[in-house]
């Protein structure tokens, strides 16, 4: 009889923990790669809108009514962060009509940056995520200055810990340094040497040294003087996106100097009030007549000069202005000055925003009787491309309250894909969808 070891049923258990442990280490490596893949290729996070996101019982009213006293928004934005008035930096930078996008782009990374050292790292992923927005959509900013803020904002997202949104923007940055058709090389090699930094940080050690290699075979090619890299980079900018000066009326630069008069005394008020005091009635009172008055003398005067313009340059002017100025009334209306200015607005708001929709249609119409005198269709389409872009910027910002949003960005698509098929080779904006919510990307034609 053969008697059979004790050791053998010992073996075989060992046999199974090491088995089992294997796959445990298996089924790690493959929830852990997964897990990387999503944040690696992943998009930006669900957007908020802005407008929504409005704390107004933060806002600094003596800071924030600066801007309707003739105060620049960036210089108001300056003063609150300075001021650590976050809150009223953040109105100022969503509703200010003076801030060209560049401004806008540089005031939020640094407000981003105030948020988190404040701790508040909600507040600085909203502005993070609005910087990344008008950096994609924006028809002036530079490819160079586009590929800046994606840096920044990578920067800015990787030290709030979230690694794909970081990822997301490094990668947008080397896209637009690799196949702009604009920045210079001395440019790209900044950039590149910069995100070989932010990726190596990441533990992206292959795209790290990618982005090493590239600096070093550009480097190798140019040879400019360093004063040359420092210049501006050229790119041509649309026609619809550059300022025109608001066409001046008599009229209404009376009810401006009122209202600018009424508010410096209301300034002044709160600056010397005791904490609690009440704002005496008949102050409040002309106030909210000074921007009553101002509204009605602004809405007729704009409606006779559309009416009336000489020129399509002139009649942009006017709507521009017009769409302007609804978004200060519907700041008001929404109480981001901080204080209730005109309780009518306030209660009305909903046809605030119905006046702004027919603003923004009215100025979408106007730029459609200029486009509509180009004898190129390239032309038209590149002009297109611009203001479906603006349009959206707006609406995604909460500033155009019912914009027709399925249907820009059908139309932006196929103005995208006509210029591709015509040849042009620029960087166009890529529309992908996380559940109902457009998001955008920045891509090269292949």
Known sequence: ???????????????RIILGFLVLLILVGVVSGGAYLYLRYSSPSRWSDPVQQLQKDKIAPSLALLTLTGVNDLEVVNRSLMEEKLETAYATILFGTELANGERVGSLLLLGQAYT???????????????????TLSPTLSDFAKASAYLEIGEGLAQLGNRGEALFNYDQAHIVTLHSLYMRDPHRADVLGKLATAYE???????????SAQQAEIRYVFDEPEEASESPPEQ??????????????AMVASYEQRRVEVLQELIGFLEGASQGEAIPEDLMTDVTQALLNEDEARQGVYEQQLAGASSMVLKIGVAEAWVDWLVVKYRTALGGYGLQLVPAWTDHSADI?????VAYLELHNTYDEQISTFSDNTAIDRAWFHVFRFEIEQGRLGLYPDYPEEELLSQLTEASERLIASGDSSLYVEV??????????LAATE
């Not at 925003?353 to 929709?357: D, H, I, K, R, Y």
């Not at 969808?433 to 990307?441: A, K, N």
């Open 236 to 249: 041509p900018m649309s026609p619809f996106t550059m300022d025109i000066p608001e066409p001046t009326a």
């Open 117 to 135: 050292a404040a701790g508040d790292n909600g507040r600085a992923q909203l502005c993070y995520q609005q910087a990344n927005l008008i950096t």
């Open 1 to 15: 009889m053969v008697q059979l070891s004790s050791s053998a049923p010992r073996r075989t258990y060992i046999s």
């Open 432 to 441: 992908v969808y996380e559940g109902d919510t457009p998001l955008f990307s």
């Open 201 to 211: 940080v990441l533990g992206e050690g292959t795209r790290a040294s990618e982005c």
């Open 353 to 357: 925003e119905a006046q702004l929709n």
